[in-house]
């Protein structure tokens, strides 16, 4: 009983990092999806946007200005590592991991030359905190993330429906196809990437805020994270959500479904030590029900 006690109150805080990791994850499923590139700036980025974020609130700058400046922060990140892929023809991979490994130099330099810079809610105006997530009012931090993953999913639907969005999806379908009906496919693989740590940034903006503090580490690990809930986003949901629109929202949904079973597993008694072992274990599952699924139906014939 107490263990399912422990559950239940356990749940409000895994489902909002659940909500700002979907965000996160958001940012991964367009490069690893609609950009078919594996992008390792995000390791990097999402401590950035968190740094950035931090260090501007505690110089006095608006929360929400400063959330911006995350972004543009991840903005610029992703540019560079779209740079060093697209003009410099170094493989998409590797360009990441230049990337990351350049930021994490670059964070410590935002933050004073210290790995962890805290933030108090009762010093600071934040827009989140983790203290306020079983509180019924207008201090819990789960409407406001749910309101901005679903302002962010509508923006990125209706910019994936332009023309310039149809061609960053056009250079992730095929981009020798793409290439050849003119479309600058370099442009458009910068374009993408870019977008895409700008998102991370701003999930690592709203993470600090939340935890109440920002680490040079926090985003170690977090490729593989977002990439749990785009598996089971895809698993649960891939047969339903068939619009660009739900696939996004079902992105997010893997996140918060991911958070919910990483807690249970720990409010059962695992070691937090194993944190990386069990997350490599529930996406390893995850990527295999649908393989087990179909070797079924073929069985069934």
Request: charge should be positive; charged fraction near 10%; aromatic fraction near 6%.
């Amino acid at each position: 009983m107490n263990i399912a006690a422990s559950f239940l109150a356990a749940l409000p805080g895994a489902a909002a990092q659940g909500i700002i990791w979907g965000v996160m994850a958001i940012g991964v499923y367009l490069t690893f999806r609609v950009l078919d590139v594996a992008d390792l700036t995000v390791d990097g980025s999402i401590a950035t946007g968190g740094a950035v974020c931090v260090m501007l609130i505690r110089a006095g700058v608006n929360t929400w200005l400063a959330m911006l400046a995350a972004m543009a922060a991840g903005l610029a990140a992703g540019l560079v590592t779209g740079l060093l892929h697209t003009k410099c023809r170094i493989p998409a991979i590797l360009s990441g991991i230049l990337t990351q490994l350049s930021l994490y130099s670059i964070n410590l330099r935002i933050m004073g030359s210290k790995a962890n810079q805290p933030i108090s809610v009762d010093k600071y105006d934040l827009v989140v905190s983790q203290r306020f997530v079983r509180v019924l009012g207008l201090e819990n931090p789960i409407p406001l993330l749910i309101i901005t993953a679903a302002v962010l999913i509508a923006v990125l639907y209706w910019f994936f429906g332009t023309e310039l969005g149809s061609a960053v999806r056009a250079t992730g379908n095929n981009v020798n196809m793409a290439s050849a009906q003119g479309i600058d496919t370099d442009s458009n693989i910068v374009l993408g990437l870019a977008i895409s740590n700008g998102l991370v940034a701003l999930a690592g903006a709203l993470l600090s805020q939340f935890q109440g503090s920002v680490d040079v580490n926090m985003g170690r690990g977090a490729i593989v994270i977002g990439l749990a809930a785009v598996i089971i986003g895809e698993v649960v949901f891939g047969r339903v959500f068939t619009n660009f629109a739900l696939k996004l929202a079902a992105v997010v949904i893997g996140a918060i479904v991911y958070y919910i079973v990483l807690q249970l597993v720990l409010t059962l008694g695992l070691n937090t030590n194993d944190l990386k072992l069990i997350t490599a274990i529930i996406v390893a599952v995850f990527l295999t029900i649908p393989n087990l699924k179909g070797g079924l139906h073929v069985k069934s014939k």
